[in-house]
């Protein structure tokens, strides 16, 4: 590294790193850099991380066994073995058991060892006379002046390194009762690479100006204030901070754009009766929507409530003959009971049916939106979901008309991001005119289908409302419409909880 490069690296130092620099050598340990520095040990492992990043330095973790006096290894230390302690007690006269154990202060556990090994030694003696009399031989006398090898062993300085003391010594202080402990001691040591020698050897300033205040802005400081250089390049962890599912973020701002515009949310259960999510719209009872292979049909509990008798009996009419419409309706018999099938609604629409019955004609003009979950009997694939997000919306307006649907989708999608917008025409069951609404993919360069779009018919709107009021009406799937954001290519992909996806996807920004 040139000196150019080693000053810039200089300027760049942290404060804790500039005072650990002047106490690093070839080698030393942790402990003693936090005595050198008087730093704190959490500053010390900082500032020895970032400059080990900036290989200066190499920091060498290790382990070492040592051992350490336990509770009774601390009391023997200070007031000596029982053995010993036992002997002392009978040194001048012979004494019964329970006399010894007063005198020397040792409990039960502690006499019966040391009368176990100072008759094995030949130290003493007993008889029985009532008791235990225990008397001190000359072997006894002899054995209390010397020093033994556990004595020695507890003059020692603790923690000593376990390698330190004898096998044999080690297996006899084992067995013994909490005389000693055992304990790992974790040590960090650090060696300097040759950028780190080049650097202890700088003389790093104390005067280098970390942070900028607002006095040094008002007193004007700040103009000969030598300061830290910053490198706003260097790898940072990344932050996973919590936030929503990325596509709750995205039917959120869908929300805000329709309550923008003046709409009210519409929200209903998910499990509706085949009278609200099909009849009510003017399909037939014979279509293929309500088969087992399209549509999700519960089986417990199978039949809803049907709503009260006369909009039942208008949307019967309207079935079988047309009713007040002008239409002749379908022409065939309309069956009450297929019409009370519970099931998982297949679009919400079946909330614009619900709304528009609510409404009497003195409330209009009213606009309403909804963004909910949907369900259609499909084979799970990349492309196809049996659960997912239909945006929905509708404006009930005497004076509604056609221009004014294309004007609210072409509003939307704007707002979403896809300015241009091609409307084809299209057929649906209740909508009269109906059209498909395309969005132009900029990415792709191509028309994405994306909307399913149309005004009301009166064989829907009359038997709801009463009278044949227009209604602009529209169905929008999420899926098509926010993938291409966050480059996905499977639907599956929108509704996982796959936590690094979670943590990775970028939030919706439009």
Known sequence: MSKTEIDNLVRKLHPLERGVIPHLKKSISFNDLIKKSGMKDVQVMRALQWLENKDVLKIISSEEEFIDLDKNGTLYKKEGMPEKRFLKSIMEK???????????????????????????????????????IISITDSGKKLLKEENELEKFLKNNFPIPINDVDKKLLDELQKRKEIIKKDVIKSKDITLTSLGEKLSKIKMSDKVVDKLTSKMLKDGSWEKA??????????VPAI?????????????????????LG????????VQ??????????????????????????????????PNKKL?????????????????????????????NNMLRTHNTVLSAQTISKLKESDLPQKFFAVGK?????????KHLFEFYQVEGIVVD??????????????FFEQMGFPDVRVRPAHFPYTEPSAEVDVWNPKKKQWVEIAGSGIFRPETTKPLIGKSVPVCAWGIGLGRLITEYWGLTDLRDLYKNDLKQLREMKTWLR
């Open 94 to 132: 012979e004494l019964s058991l329970v006399d010894i154990g007063k005198k020397s202060g040792l409990d039960k556990n502690e006499l019966n060892i040391s009368i176990g090994q100072l008759r094995r030694q030949g130290a003493i003696d007993v008889r029985k006379d009532k008791g235990l």
């Open 226 to 235: 030598d300061f830290r250089s910053f490198d706003v390049e260097i790898n």
């Open 240 to 260: 996973h901070g919590g936030k929503r599912h990325f596509t709750n973020q995205a039917v959120e701002y869908i929300k805000d754009i329709w309550r923008n």
């Open 263 to 270: 709409f009210k949310e519409m929200t209903g259960n998910m």
């Open 273 to 306: 009766t085949g009278f609200w999510d099909l009849d009510s719209l003017f399909v037939p009872q014979d279509h293929p929507a309500r088969e087992m292979q399209d549509t999700f049909y519960l089986k417990d509990p199978q039949k809803g409530k049907l």
């Open 312 to 340: 039942v009996s208008n949307v019967k009419n309207t079935h079988e003959n047309g009713w007040t419409t002008g239409s002749l309706g379908w022409r065939g018999e309309w069956s009450e009971d297929k019409a009370s």
């Open 374 to 382: 949907v369900f259609r009997n499909e084979t799970l694939d990349w």
């Open 398 to 411: 005497p004076d509604a008309n056609f221009s004014n649907l294309i004007g609210y989708l072409k509003e």
